[in-house]
């Protein structure tokens, strides 16, 4: 049958669809034909990076996926894990990165958008939602554009969706100039029996259209979204989506409302490459064809072309197989919901993905080859260089109280105060820990639980060794988890790198991924979903390697989480996982290095996963058995950054032993495994015994008194402190362009 084909496929419209010449060959062989500009732009759109993770698959497939506790795991909008009473934890984290640095506001936004519905596409109802965000420079002239217009986005969508934003990291470095991160994270609450799956079943029933009109609104984001940015940046901005919330709240009552209806075979979100990704991973996944007849298809927008509805990625939409019985029911509740309920196609039995526009066959093309064949590639990678240990000679000598003074109001250290009380961080009622602390923790309605949350990653330790880096960033994440008194569950990634044919990138993936899947097996935390974004670096210039990882955790009762305020004056101060006389010893790749010494070199803390989980398991015991009053743990600035945070939270003061060694090292290394507790006066010495017996190096290292930090002879005030740290995030975003913050 002859197909309407009205522009010609020359290699340069290939290349513009960011298809390589060897797979545009293979799409003529797949098809026996050339193809029409409609299928070249589904091609287009499921083989490109990011919906067909062809350079990154054959890696994915390493990592620890299942547990006694996973009820899915990677493969649908999200990962699902049991947490008891008939009841699991729904959750995903996403990137929105190349729309983010077009358009930060709908970039972000969208981005938030897109996740919580993920989340509530498997049946969960959103409880709280994450973000890791990652800037360029403060020198540099976008980088405050970027940062108000990111976490006004966030903010304005999930204010207005109704889903408190908890917490989250953002953090600055010269290497995202040019490609700002947005990963973006939520979390639901769904019935262990009402988990609802993209699998199509059934031949000859209804494909239904959900939700908002189509427009032309992000067509060809998803191709976009794979490939590197270049001067031409600005004429990327059409493929930026536009969000509604108000919307967006409304599809999440109607689907859940259509859930309990039994109306439902499958469901699917129109997310990257919009409705052509949502009718063929349905149909894929049950080995089903589809047939969609595209003037069904309710749009917003007049003269809209078969191509650029099926790569439209306008937000707020779902697609159904719907059981015929139940039709009536399930339009009367979209109707009910001022939304659009339109039959749109239909299962069939043979394999096919065929799309109609007045009456026009537009695309004919087997569906298993745009899903599950796409291409999958084994890229060249190269092993990573060992990094050059610290050369510590030339460091030089500061006073610890000014070097913490410095630290505690430089970017990547200074309260985000200023990003979270954007975020309606309350809203639902259910939030027991506002953000700053070291996991969010969330009260799950009608039972004593709590689930906890973070997201964690050093990126210049993936940098300097990805393969350390990549197990610390699971380690800090399950630190985190561990120290609010949560048991780590399960992990989501989103794994943020530059261009993969580049063998050194890829190398830096390839020992990432191999490092977070040692850590994962070790602290039994298996990974249930995820996101590969690839490809961002602007005119040959990566971003730093950024595996962020999202963990959620379960708290018995929620009366007993654990915060890192200081409480009470007299209280003992101890370190678990350090020996008496060695508090901490590493600099290289430390906040102190860079930012006192101004220096990024030497090679990353090592972690040692099994003093991780000796460490770990002992001081969540102690949390559960109440005999702790503030834990933290420690990471970027180490123990004296971790012992003013404590402070600076309970407005009380410490005095501390004076180290004997190298007070830089001593006092802001940035060792692994380690945690500070404080303790009533007079438990410190029977915690240290007991911590010893059970194989967990720990030390006394001082006392909760007074108003500031006291080491010895030297002081330094807490408000002194609480100026620094409070005053540099409003000083950055009032500041005049000209400013330089760097």
Request: one cysteine or more; hydrophobic letters at 40%.
């Amino acid at each position: 049958m002859d197909r309407p084909n009205d522009i010609a496929i020359t290699p340069e419209l290939v290349a513009e669809h960011g298809l390589k010449p060897d797979e545009y060959q293979r799409i003529l062989g797949l098809i026996g034909r050339e193809p029409s500009l409609t299928e070249l732009g589904i091609f287009s759109a499921m083989w490109n990076e990011h919906c067909s993770y062809k350079s990154s698959r054959k890696w994915l497939r390493t990592l620890p996926t299942t547990g006694r506790i996973v009820i899915q795991g990677p493969g649908e909008n999200a990962g699902v894990v049991d947490i008891g009473d008939g009841l699991a934890a729904v959750f995903k984290m996403e990137s929105h990165n190349h729309p983010s640095y077009i358009e930060p506001y709908q970039g972000a936004a969208t981005g938030v958008g897109g996740i919580l519905r993920d989340v509530f596409t498997m049946g969960a109802r959103p409880i709280a939602a994450l973000n890791s965000l990652r800037f360029g420079e403060t020198s540099h002239p976008r980088t405050r554009h970027l940062v108000a217009g990111v976490v006004a986005g966030i903010g304005g969508y999930g204010n207005s969706f109704g889903v408190p934003t908890v917490g989250g990291e953002v953090n600055f470095h010269r290497r995202y100039n040019g490609n700002c991160l947005v990963n973006a994270f939520a979390l639901g609450i769904a019935r262990t029996d009402g988990i609802f799956y993209s699998k199509a079943k059934g031949v000859g029933l209804p494909v239904v259209y959900l939700g908002a009109k189509t427009g032309r609104d992000g067509v060809g984001g998803a191709t976009m979204a794979s490939a590197e940015f270049d001067e031409r940046i600005e004429e990327k901005r059409p493929t930026v989506q536009v969000g509604d919330p108000f919307t967006e709240k409304r599809l999440l009552e109607a689907c859940l409302e259509l859930m309990a209806s039994g109306a439902v075979v499958a469901i699917q979100d129109m997310g990257a490459a919009g409705l052509t990704s949502s009718a063929v991973e349905m149909g894929a996944k049950g080995d089903l064809g589809i047939e969609l007849d595209l003037d069904r298809v309710p749009t917003r927008e007049t003269g809209m072309t078969a191509y650029e509805m099926m790569l439209s990625e306008s937000q707020e939409r779902m697609l159904m197989v719907l059981k015929p019985e139940k039709h009536t029911e399930a339009e009367a509740i979209f109707r009910k919901w001022g939304l659009d309920f339109a039959d749109v196609g239909r299962t069939t039995d043979d394999l096919r993905f065929r799309v109609l526009r007045h009456g026009a066959m537009m695309a004919d093309l087997p569906i298993k080859d745009l899903g599950d064949q796409a291409p999958q590639y084994d890229r060249p990678w190269t092993e990573p260089p060992a990094p050059a240990p610290l050369d510590e000679a030339g460091l030089p000598e500061v006073a610890w109280h000014d070097a913490l003074v410095a630290m505690l109001g430089s970017p990547d250290l200074s309260s985000r105060r200023w990003v979270w009380e954007q975020y309606d961080h309350l809203v639902q009622g259910n939030t027991i820990q506002k953000p700053g602390g070291d996991a969010a923790v969330v009260r799950i309605d009608g039972t004593d639980k709590a689930l906890a949350l973070t997201v964690d990653v050093t990126p210049r330790y993936v940098e300097a060794d990805p393969y350390q880096g990549g197990m610390q960033a699971v380690a800090e994440c399950w630190r985190n988890l561990t120290a609010v008194g949560a048991d780590p569950l399960a992990v989501t990634d989103n794994l943020n790198f530059g261009n993969p044919e580049r063998p050194a990138i890829m190398g830096q993936f390839v020992k990432a991924v191999a490092g977070i899947g040692d850590a994962c097996r070790a602290l039994d935390f298996p990974i249930v979903s995820g996101n590969v974004s690839l490809y961002n670096e602007t005119q040959g210039e990566a971003i730093l390697p950024t595996p962020a990882i999202g963990g959620v955790g379960l708290i018995p009762d929620w009366r007993g989480a654990a915060t890192l305020a200081f409480k009470q004056d007299g209280d003992e101060i101890l370190l678990i996982g350090a020996p008496q006389r060695a508090w901490g010893t590493h600099l290289g790749q430390s906040i102190w290095l860079r930012e006192v010494a101004g220096r990024e070199d030497g090679p990353p803390p090592p972690v040692d996963l099994a003093a991780e989980k000796r460490n770990g398991d002992f001081v969540r015991a102690l949390i559960r058995a109440g005999r702790v009053n503030a834990v933290h743990d420690l990471s970027d600035g180490g123990l004296l950054v971790a012992v003013a945070e404590m402070a600076l939270a309970g407005g009380r003061g410490a005095i501390l032993d004076q180290p004997s060694g190298p007070v830089a090292a001593i006092l802001f290394g940035e060792d692994q495994g380690r945690y500070v507790v404080a303790a009533s006066p007079d438990a410190g010495q029977a915690l240290v015994a007991e911590a010893e017996a059970a194989g967990v190096r720990a030390a006394r290292i001082g006392a909760v008194a007074g108003d500031a930090i006291r080491i010895g002879e030297d002081t330094v005030p807490l408000d002194r402190l609480r100026a620094a740290h409070e005053g540099w995030f409003p000083q950055f975003m009032d500041a005049p362009d000209s400013a330089n913050f760097g």
